[in-house]
Each structure stands twice: as structure tokens, then as C-alpha cells.
């Protein structure tokens, strides 16, 4: 099985999730939140505890609550960013849009250095993450799918009884809800999902229980 710890992130509680081969000691970091010092310290502290080999750096999107610590991942561990370049643009606005909900930038913007594409497949020891492209809440929203565990990192995209919203610039309704019914809904009930705030649900408790899909 793949070990995985959350990092609850920065002022909008996002979620930043690593998951490991416990053999390989390969890790992915998925949508690196990190803002403030300490932060950022304790996770080099989990990191260094474990013996982890950051393998990937993965946002789900661009939005900068969930890529405000990619520069530090990038030059702590010296891997670079893997996202859909969709979400370019996010990028390119980084301090503008992080100054619009009155948050001083922190550190440099990155862009996609390794993009990712629908059913492209990555490697952690001997476990796969299959990239699943959801747009609705941003252009380039992707989940990725640890099927032989279960598991579902599903950004902004599902939420516990909720959705991402969808009136940023490039955000779509019913883009969303056709992404979340005919990529995610399809998935085992079982299946685990982490979102991007807020507690894990499965998309068994979904179907049944959420009002929006």
C-alpha cells in the first residue's frame, strides 16, 4: 500500500498530500500548499524522517493556494513541476491573483515543466497514478487515481457533499459536473477520496449523498 500524509496548508486549509512506496522510498508531493516557515520546515523534517526520494511534484490545478510552495519544493529537492499546462495562465497571474484576496505573494511563480495529459500514467515503487482530466473549476483540473490502493486526489474538483466552484474566468459548470459524472462517479464506490480542503469522503457517499451530482 502507498502511506500518505496530509499537510493541512496556508489561510484557505488547503490540503497538500504525500504518498510514498514504503519499499522504494519514491514519493509524490500533490499540490504543495506550503506558505509560511514552519510549514515548510515540517515537511523537509517528515521528509528527511522518512528517507523519502520526492520523485514527482503534482498539482491537481494552478490556483495559487495549492502551488504557493512549489518553488521551495523545487529547489529543496530538486524535482520540478508536473501539472497540466492548461492552467498556464494561473500561473502567469500568480500575484495578482493571489493580491485580489489581499495575500502578499510569497517566493517565485513556476511553470509546468513536465505536463501532464489525460491517461498518462506515473510510476511510485511498484503502484501507478493515473492523471484523470476534471475541468470545470479551473481549465486544467486533473485528479489522480491510485487504483491497486483505492485512492482519489481530487484537487478542487469533489469535495464531501460539495464542489469546486466555478466562477473564476475559466471556470465551468457544467464542465465540472460532466467531469465528476463521467470520470469520477464510474469509479469503485470504495474508492478514498482526498480533496483539496476538508475531510476525505468516498464516491460511494457521493452518489448517495451529495446534492450537486
Known amino acids: 500500500m502507498l502511506e500518505i500524509r496530509t499537510f493541512v496548508c496556508n489561510m484557505l486549509h488547503e490540503n497538500c498530500f504525500v504518498l510514498f512506496d ?3 522510498r519514491e514519493a509524490a508531493v500533490i499540490d504543495p500548499g506550503f506558505y509560511w516557515e514552519n510549514e515548510k520546515q515540517t515537511f523537509v523534517k517528515y521528509v528527511e524522517t522518512n528517507q523519502l526520494n520526492i520523485k ?3 498539482c491537481t490545478h494552478l490556483h ?3 502551488t504557493f510552495g512549489v518553488a521551495f519544493i523545487e529547489d529543496t ?3 520540478k513541476l508536473s501539472a497540466s499546462v492548461l492552467d498556464t495562465p494561473w500561473v502567469e497571474n500568480f500575484e495578482s491573483s493571489v493580491a485580489r484576496f489581499g495575500i502578499i505573494p510569497n517566493g517565485e511563480k513556476r511553470y509546468v515543466t513536465h505536463p501532464l495529459r489525460d491517461t498518462d500514467v506515473l510510476t511510485l515503487g511498484t ?3 493515473e492523471c484523470i482530466s476534471t475541468p470545470g473549476h479551473s481549465a486544467g483540473g486533473m485528479c489522480f487515481y491510485a487504483k491497486d490502493n483505492g485512492y482519489l486526489f481530487a484537487g478542487d474538483t469533489l469535495f464531501q457533499s460539495s464542489i469546486g466552484r466555478t466562477d473564476f474566468a475559466d471556470g465551468d459548470y457544467g464542465q465540472l459536473i460532466r467531469s465528476i459524472q463521467t470520470r469520477l462517479l464510474p469509479l469503485p464506490s470504495e474508492t478514498i477520496v482526498f480533496p483539496g480542503h476538508g475531510d476525505t469522503t468516498t464516491i460511494g457517499d457521493e452518489k448517495m449523498y451529495n446534492p450537486y451530482i
Open 64 to 66: 495559487f493556494d495549492h
Open 127 to 129: 503502484h501507478t497514478l
Open 77 to 79: 529537492f530538486n524535482v
Open 56 to 58: 514527482y511534484l503534482l
Open 22 to 24: 514504503k519499499d522504494s
